[in-house]
């Protein structure tokens, strides 16, 4: 290998065939002038990626669970809080936006906000946290809507642990379930916290977009669980 570019052999992709990388990028909020906005947006689309993520892990470890393979549900869930680790990291980018560059890109979001992201919504739905309150967000698409509601019908990580905990008969294996599951609740009540720090810094006591309380709303938020079951050790 001299590091000149070759085609790679008859019949293999490359990398950005793999990656499609050409359409990714092309949607990628990453073209604006402004490269505050090019912070803010592309850090949401990355978000939103790695939400897509959670949730097909989410639905491997309710798999495992109903399976009874603690092993591959550890396993399915060891990523989880990295994951969300790394989302809650990505908060600090987002603080180095100035105050101005902040309020600028504010205005121009109208009532747009992370509020609508219904893949937030699917991951706690998936996990058992229902409020149905959250259906009729505005600026959810029909097609969220549908999303939504098939998630509600669906069966919850935490109804999979619970039955799991119950058919199981090795101690140390629901545990390690338990844990593994509790170190993602833990990690996003992290990035929860996280989220209303940021919303104070560039918020204040002001409302968020959607019409929230902000800061106050999403502290209140923070205390939400997803798998409130999990931490429970008795
Ligand atoms: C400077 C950056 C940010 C600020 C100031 C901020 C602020 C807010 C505020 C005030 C809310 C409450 C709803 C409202 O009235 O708008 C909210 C909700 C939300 N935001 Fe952000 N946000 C920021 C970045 C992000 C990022 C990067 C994501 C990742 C996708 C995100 C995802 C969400 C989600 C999922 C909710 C709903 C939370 C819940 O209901 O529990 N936010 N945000």
Redesign the pocket.
Known sequence: MNGQAVAPPEGQLSYGEILQLDDLLSSARVHDDDVDSVL?LA??QS??IY?AVLLRHLEAVRAALDADDSTLAVRRAAPLPIIVTT?TR??DG??T?TPRA?DA??TELGTA???Q?AQ??EV?YLCGLRDTR?LSTQGFSEEDRARLGARLKERSVQEAYADFAVRATDPDAVERVRRALVDFDEALAMW?AR?AV??E???GGA?????????A??WM?AR?RVLPDAWATS
């Open positions: 803010f850090t949401h978000c939103e939400f989302l990505q908060f987002l603080a936006l902040f890109i504010r906000s992370g509020f992201s937030f919504r706690e959250f929860r989220h940021l919303a810094r560039f918020l409302t968020g977009t959607a019409g929230s309380e902000g800061a709303y999403l938020a939400r």
